[in-house]
Structures are given as structure tokens and as C-alpha cells.
């Protein structure tokens, strides 16, 4: 089974890829939406998802350190590749960009939900810190919920919880155990 999102609403669609040839063109109605669109079966020219790529938060591009998704009932698991500077963390939705979109159904996580900084001090290390971006739920450090306006720095291995989903920080270098 093979599943293809809808362009206006996000919505998931099932259909079983095996009855289909390559080069041949489907055409969906969103159920959602009642969007009309069509796709072409074969090699994609597109990136894979993160699903299909089986992630490795041990990747070498991962220089800078990555945050790994737990997978849970909301979600599969997920690893996103940290920058310099602000990295924004948010439910993945139409409309709203994020530089690490979380795809999940968790009703519980804001669109923009919270921020992890990276910099490097003037030693060249590299540092992380973590703020609320002023989310309904609020966002949790090792369960201690963060205050208004709060930054706290974090290191390899902190959990945090955002709505009902956990996510961990490997920083650069870090092996898993």
C-alpha cells in the first residue's frame, strides 16, 4: 500500500501501488477537501520522505547534532538535522514554515511550538539552548515545564516534551548506546 497526500489539505490517501504500472497517471479525489489531482506511478524525482529513509541520528551530515522524534501513537519516528542559530520547532501544517516540521497528528503541538539555538563560544564548542515559543501546552525540559520568556541551555541526551511528543538531542558526535 502506497500513500500520497493531498496538495490542498494535507490529507493521507491509500491505494495499493501493485495493481499500477510505471508511467501510468491516477487520478484522486481528497475526500477531505474534494481536491482533484493526479499523480504518475514510478520513480519519484522528488527527496524521500523521512519515513521511507530509514533516519540515523548518527548521520555524519549531522555535524551540528540532529533532534530524533520518538515515534508514538501520533507518529512515526523522525531525526532533523540541527543549524547555526534558531532551529523552530513545530507541528508540520500547510501554510506554516518551520525549520523542523514535525509530522504528526498530535493535536496537543502548536504550529511554531518552541526554538533551539545553536552557537558556537569563543572557544568554538558547540552550544544549545531551548525556549517556548509561547505554545498552548507549554514545553517541558526533563519534565520541568519551562517558564514565560525562559532560554535554558540543554546538552546531549536532554529530553524534551512538546504536546504528547518526546523528542532527545544527540549533539555532534554523540554516539547512541
Do not use: W
Not at 500500500?1 to 494535507?10: E, H, L
Not at 533532534?67 to 501544517?93: A, C, D, M, W, Y
Not at 506554516?96 to 564548542?125: A, F, L, Y
Amino acid at each position: 500500500m502506497k500513500r500520497v497526500r493531498c496538495p490542498k489539505c494535507d490529507n493521507y490517501i491509500t491505494f495499493d501501488e501493485t495493481k499500477y504500472s510505471d508511467g501510468q497517471s491516477l487520478i484522486f479525489i481528497c475526500e477531505n477537501c474534494k481536491k482533484q489531482f493526479s499523480i504518475r506511478i514510478g520513480k519519484s524525482k522528488l527527496k524521500p520522505t523521512q519515513k521511507d529513509e530509514n533516519p540515523d541520528e548518527n548521520s555524519p551530515e549531522n555535524d551540528l547534532g540532529s533532534i530524533v522524534v520518538i515515534e508514538n501513537v501520533f507518529g512515526f519516528k523522525q531525526v532533523f538535522p540541527l543549524q547555526l542559530g534558531n532551529n523552530t520547532i513545530g507541528r508540520r501544517s500547510k501554510g506554516t514554515t518551520v525549520d523542523i516540521p514535525v509530522e504528526t497528528s498530535d493535536p496537543s503541538m502548536d504550529r511554531i511550538h518552541c526554538t533551539i539555538n545553536v552557537r558556537k563560544n569563543k572557544q568554538g564548542e558547540v552550544k544549545y539552548s531551548l525556549s517556548d515559543n509561547d505554545s498552548l501546552t507549554g514545553t517541558f525540559l526533563m519534565n520541568e515545564i519551562l517558564g514565560n520568556k525562559e532560554k535554558v541551555n540543554i546538552e546531549d541526551g536532554s529530553i524534551i516534551t512538546i504536546g504528547a511528543t518526546t523528542l532527545i538531542l544527540r549533539t555532534e558526535g554523540s554516539e547512541e548506546e
